[in-house]
């Protein structure tokens, strides 16, 4: 498996890809978009991509980028985060004046950040970008919010361990692949729809499922760019799409929903899956 | 009214603070956390936050803060959204290296700045904040992407207009106070809810105001920090709290929802609302 990611070397998405699978190879891209590409193009066999953190929520570029291009989700992956200050070695806690990472990253380490004085947070596109860039331009009075693993690759110092908020952060990932054929076995069906106008739409798209039992795992709406303040919904279904009872229940939604589009079935993360 | 907002003078949150008052004082903060300590400690009458925009969807931050502070919503007002290309005197398209700009609105002119060749996209925190420091730093390679007044504010020129990917581009405020009297007649009512875990839990919810023919503006989910993959609601429910048919609809969802608070009820923005 070539499995395409966001970011630099010791980002949290190839620390996932490699959860996923400890032999894969994994294939830095710029760009979530450039990681779509990547697998659409067959430079990676799949594509990583953060969909959800737990304290951060959706990354909204990721539904939006699911439904542009047209590479079926096949597995989900859960990564622990834990984020840690990192800095050049010789810089101490109050030599930092600056503290770079993703806007992420900064959000979900905000009550430590909060302690520093004077210190000036500056986001930027990647947790271990930001350790790259205090290497390469070896600045000492700078530090990055990013993985532990991003200190290694870039050789520096963790000032500070386990500096986020919450102890219980993680990001759950989708992987995309050209090849349709889940890696594993699926028991969860995302979907996208879109509701007519008027009291209870939403509800009567639920109902399809409410009525047969089946849960929702999540429900997410997203805007519709040139319809404003009408919305798309992502919904995770917590069945197979071929089950007999979640088949029905989507031909029943796409008798009233003006759209419906299955982006995938896929094995809900488990701490033994993987391959 | 003094109003507070995040950013710089020029923001497009001052836009709408002055749509929806052309007599108030805005006041600038730093943050959108700073807006809501702004009002809390008096230092303004009002505060007004971006809370959704038609292309890049809901400003979380802002949901969670509303959680978090305890001042309820008076008011809503919708402000078009055209971003230009502004640059110093004398700076030309080819000469342009850098552009800055928050990120929604690099990522709402995404098209027109992927036509710009070997130019690096620089996130900010500010759009006008971005014209400021094109402005202070006499930036000539370099341009930001912000509003015609930010580009006055600093003494600086359009080198293009209109450069959002979508001509409907619109961002909702949302106005806050100590004072919870509505500033306008209420139809619109603001809550967040959590449900208990299994099948149809949400459309249980959302089945007290489908069963009374209350439309629901927007739904919205947001994760529970401390609980992974759990969800908070936030739902614009399409009445007056204290009109009975959504009062009962109100009390029915309290009878199993783990917790519901209401945010505000206030009047929907029309072009003729505001003070």
């Not at 953190?53 to 622990?80: C, M």
Request: aromatic share 8%; glycine share 6%; charged share 25%.
């Amino acid at each position: 498996m070539r499995i395409a990611y966001q970011g630099e070397p010791g980002a949290y998405s190839e620390a996932a890809a490699l959860r996923f699978n400890a032999n894969a190879d994994p294939v830095p891209r710029p760009s979530f978009d450039d990681v779509f590409r990547a697998v659409a193009q067959g430079e990676a066999t799949h594509g990583i991509l953060p969909i959800e953190n737990t304290i951060g929520g959706s990354i909204h570029r990721n539904y939006d980028l699911l439904l542009e291009h047209e590479l079926p989700i096949v597995a989900e992956v859960k990564q622990p985060i834990v984020h840690h200050l990192i800095v050049r070695e010789g810089t101490r806690l109050e030599d930092v004046r600056k503290v770079y990472s993703h806007p992420q990253g900064l959000a979900q380490c905000e009550r430590f950040l909060r302690t520093l004085d004077g210190v000036e947070m500056v986001p930027t596109y990647d947790t271990a970008g930001s350790a790259k860039m205090i290497k390469e331009q070896d600045l000492a009075a700078c530090a990055a919010i990013a993985s532990e693993r991003a200190a290694d690759v870039f050789g520096l110092t963790i000032l500070k361990s386990g500096v986020q908020d919450f102890a219980d952060n993680f990001t759950r990932f989708l992987i995309v692949s050209r090849d349709p054929a889940p890696l594993g076995t699926p028991d969860k069906t995302t979907i996208v729809f879109t509701v007519s106008n008027g009291p209870g739409a939403l509800f009567k798209a639920l109902s399809v499922f409410a009525l047969r039992d089946i849960d929702l795992a999540k429900l997410e709406s997203r805007p519709i760019p040139d319809k404003p303040f009408e919305y798309l919904f992502y919904a995770d279904v917590a069945a197979n799409r071929n089950d007999l009872r979640c088949a029905r229940a989507l031909m029943h939604l796409a008798e009233f929903a003006p759209s419906l589009r299955t982006l995938g079935s896929y094995q809900a993360w488990k701490e033994d899956s993987g391959v």
